[in-house]
């Protein structure tokens, strides 16, 4: 249980932001858009500053443009669509927002990037939470401010992220010996990067500039991680 304890004070500092800001969300609509544009060009400033990670941009290109093949192929965004109605009709349709747009967004946000895969590495191998802690403070902070604008469907995204840091923490001592230290950093930053775009896409889709099915990407972060291995592996044979 203590090498889930970042992972659980992250999940629940997203259920909290969540709740509390499900329950401000009747401030003014012209104040909730201001906001929402403001969030929009925070996270693509992020995306920005996450896709500057790359050392080679040919891992981002070729991550991309296979994983939104693959995601095309699976429609994972009409799956996803799917799973939100299923959600809304177990709890109830949210009146201020979808929430598979909702739980997509958050997610991305909340998982992709350095902080949750070093985060939950760390409370693995040992034991310290204190980055996992550091993340909580600003995931509570951005889910108060998601939930004001895109509703209650943001507080799912607290499962995703319980999973994704939950199974890295737990497994994090086969990943350190899979992954040996030269590779991590490449992986760590390529993953970053590519993720990097999918956060970009929000950003553009919560100004309404475009319609990027973000869902649709999703498999690129795998394909970068299948591919910065195996680029290292057939470097050293």
């Not at 992250?10 to 544009?37: C, D, F, M, W, Y």
């Not at 991309?64 to 095309?72: A, D, H, R, T």
Request: glycine letters at 10%; hydrophobic letters at 55%.
């Amino acid at each position: 249980m203590m090498v889930l304890l970042g992972t659980i004070v992250n999940t629940l500092a997203i259920i909290l932001g969540s709740i509390l800001g499900h329950l401000l969300k009747r401030i003014p609509e012209k104040i909730k858009q201001t906001v929402t544009q403001g969030m929009a060009l925070i996270i693509i400033l992020l995306g920005i500053q996450m896709g500057l990670k790359t050392q080679n941009s040919m891992y981002v290109i070729g991550s991309i443009v296979l994983g939104g093949l693959i995601g095309e192929w699976l429609d994972l965004e009409r799956l996803l669509n799917r799973f939100g109605y299923f959600l809304e009709q177990k709890v109830g349709t949210s009146k201020d927002g979808n929430i598979a747009k909702a739980f997509v967004t958050s997610t991305l946000v909340f998982v992709v990037g350095a902080m949750s895969i070093v985060g939950a590495l760390n409370s693995g191998l040992r034991g310290d939470h204190s980055l996992l802690f550091t993340k909580a403070v600003l995931d509570g902070f951005l889910a108060l401010i998601f939930a004001t604008t895109l509703g209650i469907g943001v507080i799912f995204s607290s499962i995703s992220v319980f999973i994704y840091e939950g199974l890295i923490a737990v497994f994090a001592t086969y990943i350190a010996k899979a992954i040996p230290d030269p590779l991590m950093g490449r992986f760590i930053d390529e993953i970053t990067a590519t993720g990097g775009i999918l956060i970009i896409a929000i950003g553009l889709n919560l100004l309404n500039i475009t319609k990027v099915k973000t869902a649709n990407f999703l498999p690129s972060i795998i394909i970068c991680a299948l591919i910065v291995i195996s680029v290292y592996y057939w470097h050293l044979s």
